[in-house]
């Protein structure tokens, strides 16, 4: 994987992020990587249709744009079961 993290902003184009299979991998990709994932409003949506919700600790967040540089500084969250995850 080729970046370090993403964020997933507020927004209508949420809608039709939605309906994007290839959105939805690309969040579950960077979830099995390891990366940190920061999402503000609408963009909670997506999160949890690709099967995540917001945990600190496993380095998703709904904070802002300082929280997410600090994940960003820690790299990788490896505390995160991604046995399961289809990506």
Known sequence: VIYDGVFVP??????????????????????????????????????????FKVNEKHGISKGSINDFNKLLKKHRFYYRNVNEIPA
């Not at 299979?21 to 690309?26: D, E, L, P, Q």
């Not at 409003?41 to 099967?51: D, H, V």
Request: net charge negative.
């Open 10 to 51: 507020d927004g209508d184009h949420n809608g039709e992020l939605k309906k994007l299979g290839i959105a939805i991998h690309f969040l579950r990709e960077m979830y099995v990587h390891f990366k940190p994932i920061l999402v503000s409003g609408k963009g909670l949506e997506l999160l949890e249709i690709a099967g």
